[in-house]
């Protein structure tokens, strides 16, 4: 969980207030499923209670902790979780479902003993992690300070026979049985790598567009006339599209290490070029090797723009106003160079020009190779953009 795609922050949101949002339902109506068949590891199990206030059998997917030989629960949200209320108003009496069936009786620990079951928890149930403040390594006075709002229950299983065995006296299923067992189980599995999917696509963060600065513009000031410089808040990087399932998102990677210049003849931008680090580029704040193998950073580290082509500047934005303008000019990436067209939007801000563009990039027109996508769920598209923001300073 550590490495999957959607933040911690917007899994906190899928159970915003304690609830379950409809997308977190989903998912654990999926798992529930894949845990009562066992085909998750041990400690995955779907604990089934009666519902305080509908009588009806209601099921969670969970994730036990094993500390000196024994299990435990803990619930992610604390107090207000709804299977600790209805265990509680059932008596602690629960059935465990991990292939087989368990009846079992749920035993809350005291405060003072929680804080070593709160610390393996963490460690070796990740979906977790985003909801309790405390870091998996911590120390055990930290797991000590939140005992009193994360209940604990120690599982005892009942002298109860099995409620899976069949029938005839045996504890193997029928063989037409075991098919049935079989199919679901394929069909749970498939339905959890398509929720999963679809909640990277639908939660996870999606790259914007670079774009000009938001909040208040000053008056131009100083000659527009000169050679300008790239500084600080400066940007570059790219944004892919990816689909699955009919939904659709996009990823992206920047870089502040951008540096060039550009030279500005009377109301003329008669040259301009700029480089980018590529090796620099990070993805949702990490470097990615996948990045770094697709376009070839080890041999190409760098990409230059050179403008090739004049760009008149209007009256628009040397009153300070945005404009919009196209130029042409050479990209060279990954070994290739070719000639680029760069939809722009530029202004002036006080002492400071501020311009932003992209760039269209097909993939295969610069050697770049395919990044992984979702198989047979999904893709990338083929063509991304290369995207800039820069800001110069007049030397």
């Avoid at 620990?109 to 977790?128: D, I, K, N, T």
């Avoid at 709002?149 to 299923?173: C, D, I, K, M, N």
């Amino acid at each position: 969980m550590d490495n999957w795609p959607i933040s911690a922050k917007r899994l906190r949101a899928m159970y915003a207030n304690g609830r379950a949002d409809s997308m977190a339902r989903r998912l654990a109506r999926a798992w529930a499923a894949v845990f009562s068949l066992g085909l998750a590891p041990q400690r995955w199990v779907t604990l089934e209670v009666t519902g305080r206030r509908s009588g009806r059998l209601t099921r969670f997917p969970l994730g036990m902790a094993r500390l000196d030989g024994r299990w435990y629960l803990v619930p992610m949200l604390g107090e207000q979780c709804n299977w600790v209320q209805n265990v509680r108003a059932a008596g602690g009496l629960v059935t465990l479902r991990h292939g087989r069936a368990r009846r079992c009786r749920l035993a809350e620990l005291p405060v003072s003993e929680r804080a070593p079951v709160l610390r393996q928890y963490l460690r070796h149930v990740p979906g977790a992690r985003p909801h309790i403040p405390v870091a998996r390594d911590a120390d055990a006075a930290d797991f000590a300070a939140v005992a009193p709002l994360y209940p604990v229950f120690l599982v005892t299983s009942l002298p109860e026979q099995s409620t899976t065995r069949s029938r005839t006296g045996g504890g193997r299923l029928p063989r037409r049985r075991r098919w049935q067992w079989i199919a679901v189980g394929i069909t749970a599995v498939m339905a959890i790598v398509v929720a999963a999917v679809a909640s990277f696509i639908e939660l996870g963060p999606s790259a914007a567009p670079l774009g000009l600065p938001q909040g208040r513009v000053s008056a131009p000031a100083g000659p527009l006339a000169g050679t300008w410089q790239i500084g600080g808040g400066s940007l570059a990087g790219f944004r892919l599209r990816e689909s699955a399932l009919g939904l659709s998102n996009y990823v992206g990677g920047q870089t502040t290490a951008v540096t060039g210049t550009i030279v500005i003849s009377g109301h003329t931008v008669t040259a301009a070029s700029f480089r980018i680090n590529l090796t620099t580029v990070k993805v949702n704040g990490k470097t990615e090797s996948q990045f770094a193998d697709s376009l070839g950073t080890r041999d190409h580290p760098v990409a230059m723009f050179t403008l090739t082509r004049p760009v008149a500047l209007n009256g628009a934005f040397t009153a300070g106003r945005t404009m919009k303008a196209i130029a042409v000019g050479q990209l060279a990436m990954n070994g290739s160079e070719h000639s680029v067209t760069v939809t722009l939007t530029g202004r002036r801000n006080g002492t400071l020009l501020q311009t932003a563009g992209f760039i269209p990039v097909p993939l295969a027109h610069w050697h770049i190779s395919q990044p992984a996508g979702f198989g047979p769920f999904g893709t990338l598209a083929a063509e991304g953009d290369a995207e800039f923001l820069l800001i110069l300073h007049r030397q």
